[in-house]
């Protein structure tokens, strides 16, 4: 089986769009979603029915249960709330109801599939200190696991005991180790690179690849600043921050 794994399109078509274009090309038996479909971008509602022609499997993110209005915003900062509150305007009650049923963790052919956290998924945590991830570790049953939320792709690797990190972009998965996979970004990359981000696993090789492409950031950031959204959302974009 061949995967490819995306996360955190955060209604940015352009960027959606570029992947879309690449992921011919890799000719994937199953497509995995790990949430963040909304909140930031100036596209929500294309984004939505784009990955869902895509058939995948998918978990919820935080902006997604929050634009479903079943997620408390009020502790978003206040340029995400302003965006999630735009967002709900612009979604239909089809759309709500979509994204407010996704569920917080799947497992697929052994695989586990989570947007933020395994530790209390429903707080949406980031799993991004090593306690946070050694923590996450405690909870995952199957050697491994794909997660998104943090927009920063990286692989944390706990083998025999031995907890450790990569942010090379290809990991071969070895015998009695476990690995937890950040994919990135694919809307709203924060690496210090721009270039949207997603995954490739292949079962047979027992290799995992992370990918970055290149997209039309500045309509991506234009609409962002017609929509009214605050100018950070568009700036960051050019940025990867
Ligand atoms: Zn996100």
Redesign the pocket.
Known sequence: MKYVIF??I?ANLEAFDAVLEKFKAERADRYICL??LV??GADPTRCIEKVNALDPVLVA???DFAAAGILNSDFFNSYAYQAIEWTKSQLSDEHKQFLGRLKLVRHIDGITLV?SNLYLPELFEYMQSSYDVQLGFTKLETPLCFI??S?VPVFFVMSRGTFSFSTEPYMQMVLDSRVIVNVG?VG?PRDDNPLASYAVYDETEGVIWIKRIEYDVDKAAGKIRQAGLSEILSERLKYGR
């Open positions: 996360s955190d955060h949430g963040d909140g930031y993110g935080n902006h947007h998104g939320h927009h970004s709203q």
